[in-house]
């Protein structure tokens, strides 16, 4: 229950009090501090509290954006002050200091420093983060004189905050296609979703659910499933845009949209690629290594996003002239989107994607969009390295620790390390690089069968784990956990390609969609602040090293005793992943973000 406590004396035909009840607040009315103090007293234990000055003029939409954000421990605006349960004690501190010292008169009342102000600034200068929206043409006042409210509502009454409410639903920073030809009607389905009540989370769901029934659609291998596919693919992304929107638009951010959020739009690709599959396969055409090559490719680029963003997020004079470069480009309008184009970011992936399906075959759909991936891959890394060889700064122990998690060694790697340490004289995405090369290389060339693969294996798992035995501050070293994820994914798709029973590249199919989901998971912890999944949990799925040794091992045995080996292997993985990826996206320690970062 959230609780409002409107301070000082009333102020006639002020609708304070009504707009917090529509923001869904419990209003109360206190005359000063000591008696707003009693009544937080009385207010329940859990819950948001917010205090409001009588005299505030402002937008609706100003007060929700100051006081009802669930992401945030306590927010403000001029006039109002908000905080949820971590931080009420703080409040109540300051409060009671504020009732114990006279009413403040002359030139502080003048200046408009009301009593939900001073608080704000108490709780401030206590170490509580107050979060300050950007108001932009929103007002959010405390006018003193009868002159000074009237010229207010007037400034209240210019600006049409429902149309800023609206335009603000939209992701700030996004791709062409989203920005030009989904974001201009989708914000009006989130509004309509919102005046009926629906969640974000029920709209995020509704995405998936036509995301699944478009892969059901393409692997029907008839010509009206691949055109209903497409439809029903971008239909999925208009959904998928107004999931975030709306929360944007109705400040409805939990744990558990965080999750779905986060996780969903890869199970949709995904999912997509398995029915593009399926349907060619119903053609005659065999595509599964093509699918699962797309999978491995945007998964590593990803990879190599997040790996980068963590890496360089928060350290030390992190500047450099390809930085500059950058900021320059972003300066001229049509450069801008360019650049976001080339990307292939989700919104041009799925378009070309559902136009391919449509019009092509799986095949073709796959080779372009292999192709359109890899040249985006090529054009983000190369332009990263560059940031990362002509920057000057030091990396933080937050940005070695995220690269350390990211990179998922397990128990082998954790019993070598120590004893690997003195050797450790290469950069360590050298030794990554070296350990990924001969494993994929030797599993390449080698005949299907042999024991080449086990033993680049073993190999592999002394490279990478020197590769981590010392902290990952270096310049480059962001690389290795997208170097550790191309070994890992590129042998089992090579190992499934070479396997004589079809059914083998299905298996790796979903073994590789299973250990994905345990990176992904990882990375939405790590961004939301939480820290990466436990240390049990890593070691139960044998960390990046233990499963290229188990794969390659499995791969010695008949080829239909490997397809099983990787079917067993795929739901142990997802099995034990999903358990404690939803205990802890439904747990109240889960960050209540939205992704608001690049578009993926």
Same mark, same amino acid.
């Given at each position: 229950?959230?609780?409002?406590?409107?301070?000082?004396?009333?102020?006639?035909?002020?609708?304070?009090?009504?707009?917090?009840?529509?923001?869904?607040?419990?209003?109360?009315?206190?005359?000063?501090?000591?008696?707003?103090?009693?009544?937080?007293?009385?207010?329940?234990?859990?819950?948001?509290?917010?205090?409001?000055?009588?005299?505030?003029?402002?937008?609706?939409?100003?007060?929700?954006?100051?006081?009802?954000?669930?992401?945030?421990?306590?927010?403000?605006?001029?006039?109002?002050?908000?905080?949820?349960? #971590?931080?009420? %004690? &703080?409040?109540?501190? *300051?409060?009671?200091?504020? $009732? +114990?010292?006279? !009413?403040? =008169?002359?030139?502080?009342?003048?200046?408009?420093?009301?009593?939900?102000?001073?608080?704000?600034?108490?709780?401030?200068?206590?170490?509580?983060?107050?979060?300050?929206?950007?108001?932009?043409?929103?007002?959010?006042?405390?006018?003193?004189?009868?002159?000074?409210?009237?010229?207010?509502?007037?400034?209240?009454?210019?600006?049409?905050?429902?149309?800023?409410?609206?335009?603000?639903?939209?992701?700030?920073?996004?791709?062409?296609?989203?920005?030009?030809?989904?974001?201009?009607?989708?914000?009006?389905?989130?509004?309509?979703?919102?005046?009926?009540?629906?969640?974000?989370?029920?709209?995020?769901?509704?995405?998936?659910?036509? #995301?699944?029934? %478009? &892969?059901?659609?393409? *692997?029907?291998?008839?010509? $009206? +499933?691949?055109? !209903?596919? =497409?439809?029903?693919?971008?239909?999925?992304?208009?959904?998928?845009?107004?999931?975030?929107?709306?929360?944007?638009?109705?400040?409805?951010?939990?744990?558990?949209?965080?999750?779905?959020?986060?996780?969903?739009?890869?199970?949709?690709?995904?999912?997509?690629?398995?029915?593009?599959?399926?349907?060619?396969?119903?053609?005659?055409?065999?595509?599964?290594?093509?699918?699962?090559?797309?999978?491995?490719?945007?998964?590593?680029?990803?990879?190599?996003?997040?790996?980068?963003?963590?890496?360089?997020?928060?350290?030390?004079?992190?500047?450099?002239?390809?930085?500059?470069?950058?900021?320059?480009?972003?300066?001229?309008?049509?450069?801008?989107?360019?650049?976001?184009?080339?990307?292939?970011?989700?919104?041009?992936?799925?378009?070309?994607?559902?136009?391919?399906?449509?019009?092509?075959?799986?095949?073709?759909?796959?080779?372009?969009?292999?192709?359109?991936?890899?040249?985006?891959?090529?054009?983000?890394?190369?332009?990263?390295?560059?940031?990362?060889?002509?920057?000057?700064?030091?990396?933080?122990?937050?940005?070695?620790?995220?690269?350390?998690?990211?990179?998922?060694?397990?128990?082998?790697?954790?019993?070598?390390?120590?004893?690997?340490?003195?050797?450790?004289?290469?950069?360590?995405?050298?030794?990554?690089?070296?350990?990924?090369?001969?494993?994929?290389?030797?599993?390449?060339?080698?005949?299907?069968?042999?024991?080449?693969?086990?033993?680049?294996?073993?190999?592999?798992?002394?490279?990478?784990?020197?590769?981590?035995?010392?902290?990952?501050?270096?310049?480059?070293?962001?690389?290795?956990?997208?170097?550790?994820?191309?070994?890992?994914?590129?042998?089992?798709?090579?190992?499934?390609?070479?396997?004589?029973?079809?059914?083998?590249?299905?298996?790796?199919?979903?073994?590789?969609?299973?250990?994905?989901?345990?990176?992904?998971?990882?990375?939405?912890?790590?961004?939301?602040?939480?820290?990466?999944?436990?240390?049990?949990?890593?070691?139960?799925?044998?960390?990046?090293?233990?499963?290229?040794?188990?794969?390659?091992?499995?791969?010695?045995?008949?080829?239909?005793?490997?397809?099983?080996?990787?079917?067993?292997?795929?739901?142990?993985?997802?099995?034990?992943?999903?358990?404690?990826?939803?205990?802890?996206?439904?747990?109240?320690?889960?960050?209540?973000?939205?992704?608001?970062?690049?578009?993926?």
């Amino acid at each position: 229950m959230s609780t409002a406590i409107v301070t000082g004396q009333p102020v006639p035909g002020s609708p304070i009090e009504g707009e917090l009840r529509t923001l869904g607040f419990d209003v109360r009315t206190a005359s000063d501090a000591a008696e707003a103090a009693a009544l937080l007293r009385t207010v329940p234990a859990t819950g948001r509290v917010a205090l409001v000055d009588a005299g505030f003029v402002g937008h609706l939409h100003a007060l929700r954006l100051g006081l009802t954000d669930p992401r945030f421990p306590a927010g403000a605006v001029p006039g109002a002050v908000t905080v949820q349960d #971590a931080s009420r %004690a &703080a409040l109540t501190r *300051a409060l009671e200091a504020e $009732a +114990g010292r006279p !009413a403040p =008169g002359g030139a502080a009342v003048r200046t408009g420093t009301g009593l939900p102000d001073r608080l704000a600034g108490a709780l401030q200068a206590e170490g509580v983060a107050v979060h300050r929206p950007e108001l932009g043409a929103l007002v959010a006042r405390v006018p003193l004189a009868p002159q000074e409210r009237s010229e207010a509502r007037q400034a209240v009454a210019a600006v049409d905050d429902e149309a800023i409410r609206l335009r603000t639903a939209v992701k700030s920073r996004d791709g062409f296609f989203t920005t030009y030809c989904i974001s201009p009607y989708s914000r009006y389905l989130a509004r309509w979703c919102a005046r009926r009540g629906l969640t974000p989370n029920q709209v995020t769901t509704a995405s998936l659910v036509t #995301a699944l029934i %478009a &892969a059901g659609c393409a *692997a029907t291998g008839t010509r $009206a +499933g691949f055109v !209903a596919a =497409g439809l029903l693919l971008l239909f999925s992304f208009v959904l998928d845009c107004t999931d975030g929107q709306l929360a944007r638009y109705s400040l409805r951010y939990s744990t558990l949209g965080a999750w779905l959020d986060a996780t969903f739009d890869r199970a949709k690709e995904y999912a997509y690629y398995a029915g593009l599959a399926l349907g060619a396969a119903r053609g005659g055409d065999d595509v599964w290594a093509l699918a699962l090559g797309a999978m491995v490719l945007q998964t590593c680029r990803h990879v190599v996003d997040f790996s980068f963003n963590e890496a360089n997020h928060d350290a030390e004079a992190n500047t450099s002239p390809t930085a500059a470069l950058s900021g320059r480009l972003d300066s001229v309008g049509w450069t801008v989107w360019l650049r976001r184009m080339i990307v292939l970011p989700i919104g041009e992936r799925w378009a070309l994607i559902a136009v391919l399906t449509a019009v092509t075959t799986p095949r073709i759909t796959f080779v372009v969009l292999l192709t359109g991936c890899a040249l985006a891959a090529a054009y983000t890394t190369a332009g990263r390295l560059l940031r990362s060889l002509t920057r000057k700064g030091k990396r933080t122990d937050r940005a070695a620790q995220a690269l350390a998690d990211l990179a998922d060694s397990g128990p082998l790697a954790e019993a070598l390390t120590p004893r690997l340490r003195p050797f450790a004289k290469l950069p360590a995405p050298a030794v990554a690089a070296l350990g990924g090369v001969i494993l994929v290389a030797v599993t390449a060339l080698t005949p299907a069968g042999s024991a080449g693969p086990l033993l680049a294996a073993v190999a592999y798992v002394l490279c990478s784990s020197l590769a981590v035995s010392r902290p990952l501050t270096g310049a480059l070293d962001w690389l290795v956990p997208p170097f550790f994820r191309a070994a890992e994914y590129g042998v089992i798709l090579l190992l499934a390609a070479r396997a004589e029973d079809s059914g083998a590249l299905p298996a790796a199919f979903g073994l590789v969609a299973a250990v994905a989901y345990h990176h992904y998971d990882t990375v939405y912890r790590i961004r939301g602040g939480s820290g990466a999944p436990p240390r049990a949990l890593v070691r139960a799925t044998g960390g990046h090293e233990g499963r290229v040794l188990l794969v390659t091992a499995a791969s010695l045995l008949a080829a239909s005793g490997f397809t099983v080996a990787l079917t067993v292997l795929a739901v142990v993985v997802a099995l034990v992943v999903l358990a404690e990826s939803i205990r802890f996206w439904v747990s109240a320690g889960a960050p209540a973000v939205h992704d608001e970062g690049e578009p993926a």
